[in-house]
């Protein structure tokens, strides 16, 4: 069909029929799309996980290494450490944080050097500033990532920089705020081990992220006659460990880093994946995120349909590569925003 396209009244009188057209053609391709071949929806949190959950210590307390950090090894469990390089707490034991447990898959995050607040501009920089670069030094390639910020609990006569001039210093130095932790911590607001897992279950029932933070963790080998600030018992810490390792295995919770989840719940929320291509031999897509991509580069969990009979696929982004099972007609797998298109294909 050729419609004359010089004059106005022409394209007056074909534009309504092609937006009819056009209308009706995206409704049935979205329907046809939803459970054709290539048809991929973005999990709503990793490894298509019903919410996210993340654990916060803080304060560098020596019970973590000692205490927490073992029993979250155990269960296979990461957590984040609100670290102050310039506390005793933190200097006297510096070896460990600085070569052992962001290798087990610890992750450090910005309480400011000392806690003891900040009165000025130059101090707050020094406080909040060079807490990030010393982590930065710890951990390898971190110099363009993101970082998680706590804000230390002091006085009003010890805060004395404007919430603009924070979020500033923040946004200079690549650091994200864990935000407002009323109603999160453990001992304070958290009495017993089944107050946690609520806040686990909430989440799961919201599909959101919860988080809780914990100072002191209660020291019964070795004794040192005394115990972290606000030291959580065992008998409470232990159970809530099991309770929400038992709502990740069941698939339940995604128990993970602030920055993680702060990156995936961006990426995801930015995310759009386009179907290039996709038949009995192959399925092409591309995903793009409005994310900057240089600080948010964590894989987001796709799901992808595939044609009938294929068993097994290769997917491949890049130069990574992985084999992934089909379940009910789908595969789950992982794949980065803004990089590569990504191939699937069947295998044998
Ligand atoms: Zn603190």
Known sequence: M???????????????????????????????????PGATSVARWKDDRTAAFMLMF?????????????????????????????????????????????????????????????????E???????CAAIIRKIIPNSDAKLLSYGQPGVGPNDWKI???????????????????????????????????????????ANKTAEFIVIHGVERIVPDWHYQDFWALKQNIFFPLLDGLKERRDRGALWITDHI???QYQTERDGAD??????????????????????????????ITKVPTGW???????????TTVAVAAGSIHFDAIPNRDPIVISPQQ
């Open 260 to 262: 993680s989840a702060h």
């Open 2 to 36: 050729t419609a004359p396209r010089n004059t106005r009244s022409t394209r007056n009188i074909w534009r309504p029929l092609f937006l009819v057209y056009f209308v009706c053609s995206v409704g049935v391709l979205s329907v046809i799309a939803d459970d054709s």
């Open 124 to 130: 707050a920089e020094h406080e909040i500033g060079d």
């Open 162 to 204: 404007t919430k603009d001039e924070l979020a500033g210093l923040l946004k200079k130095h690549n650091l994200i705020t864990r935000g407002e932790i009323s109603g999160h911590m453990a001992v304070y607001h958290l009495k017993t081990a089944a107050d946690m897992l609520a806040l686990a279950d909430k989440a799961i």
């Open 58 to 122: 803080d304060d560098s307390c020596p019970s973590h290494w000692q205490v927490a950090i073992p029993e979250l090894a155990k269960r296979d469990m990461i957590a984040t450490f609100y670290l102050n390089p310039g506390k005793a707490e933190f200097t006297k034991f510096r070896g460990g944080w600085e070569t052992n447990y962001w290798k087990q898959g610890m992750v450090y995050a910005d309480h400011t050097m000392t806690h003891k607040g900040v009165h000025n501009m130059d």
């Open 311 to 321: 068993k097994q696929c290769e997917v491949t982004q890049g130069t990574n590569k």
């Open 273 to 302: 994946v386009r179907v290039i291509a996709a038949d009995d031999r192959g399925i092409k897509l591309e995903l793009k995120s409005k994310a900057d991509p240089q600080l948010y580069d964590l894989p987001l969990t796709l």
